[in-house]
C-alpha cells in the first residue's frame, strides 16, 4: 500500500493544485490521455477550474472521459454524472470525448455486456489516471460495502446503491486499477478517519489500496 496524502487548507486550494497536476499529465501525453472520473458534488469545482485550464491549453489533442460510475437516469437528471461532466466542462468540450457508461437498455443488469464491449473498444489501454471520491461508507465509485467489486471478466457491473436501491453501473475494481494514476479526493476529518481504518474494516477502498500498482495520491481538506 503506497498512499501520499497531499493536505490543503480549503477545497478551492486543493480544486486548483489537482486540476494543474490533471493539466500536466494531460501535456506530457501527446496521444491523448484517458481519465475515468467521480460524480457527486465533490469534485465539481475541480472540473470547473480543469475546463478554464483546457479552455487556455494550446494542444489539441483529443482527451477521453468515463464515469467512475453512473446512476441509470437521463444526462438531464441532476443526479447524473455525465451530465455533471457535460455541464462543469462546457467551454472545453471540443477537447475531450465522453465514452458513456449508459445506453438505452432498461436496466444496467441487461447493459453490462454491451457496455463493456464499448469500454474495451474505446478504452482499450490503461487509464492516464482516475479520480475517486469516496463515501463516509468507505465505497467508491458504486463497489459498496458486502456487494461485489466485479462481475466475470467485465468491464464493469450493475450495482445497487444499498439505502436509496437506485440502479446504478459501475467501472469494476480491475478496471479502475488499470491505471497509470490514482487520485483519491476527501474532505473532512470524518472521512480521513475512515480512510485510515479502511483495512481493518474490509472496506470497498482499501481493497484500491491494497491492489493500486501505483501511488494513490490522497488530495484532503478539512
Not at 486550494?13 to 457527486?40: C, H, K, M, N, Y
Not at 480521513?192 to 481493518?200: D, G, K, P, S, Y
Amino acid at each position: 500500500m503506497n498512499m501520499q496524502f497531499h493536505t490543503f487548507e480549503n477545497f478551492p486550494a486543493l480544486a486548483d493544485a489537482l486540476s494543474r497536476q490533471w493539466l500536466e499529465v494531460i501535456r506530457s501525453t501527446p496521444g491523448g490521455a484517458s481519465f475515468a472520473l467521480a460524480g457527486g458534488s465533490t469534485p465539481a469545482p475541480v472540473y470547473q477550474r480543469l475546463d478554464q485550464l483546457l479552455s487556455d491549453l494550446e494542444q489539441h489533442q483529443l482527451i477521453k472521459l468515463v464515469a467512475t460510475d453512473e446512476r441509470w437516469v437521463a444526462d438531464s437528471d441532476a443526479q447524473s454524472n455525465e451530465g455533471l461532466f457535460r455541464r462543469c466542462l462546457s467551454a472545453s468540450s471540443k477537447r475531450w470525448q465522453l465514452v458513456s457508461l449508459k445506453n438505452a437498455a432498461s436496466n444496467p443488469e441487461v447493459a453490462t455486456d454491451a457496455i463493456s464491449v464499448r469500454l474495451a473498444e474505446q478504452l482499450p489501454q490503461a487509464f492516464s489516471a482516475v479520480l475517486l471520491g469516496m463515501g463516509a461508507d468507505g465505497h467508491i465509485a458504486s463497489l459498496f460495502p458486502g456487494a461485489p467489486t466485479q462481475h466475470d471478466e467485465l468491464a464493469c457491473l450493475a450495482a445497487v446503491h444499498p439505502q436509496t436501491r437506485q440502479s446504478r453501473m459501475s467501472l469494476s475494481l480491475p478496471r479502475l486499477l488499470n491505471t497509470e494514476r490514482i487520485w483519491l479526493v476527501i474532505t473532512g476529518a470524518e472521512k480521513r478517519q475512515v480512510l485510515e481504518r479502511a483495512t481493518a474494516e474490509n472496506l470497498p477502498v482499501a481493497a484500491l489500496l491494497h491492489e493500486a500498482g501505483c501511488t494513490i495520491d490522497v488530495f484532503w481538506c478539512p
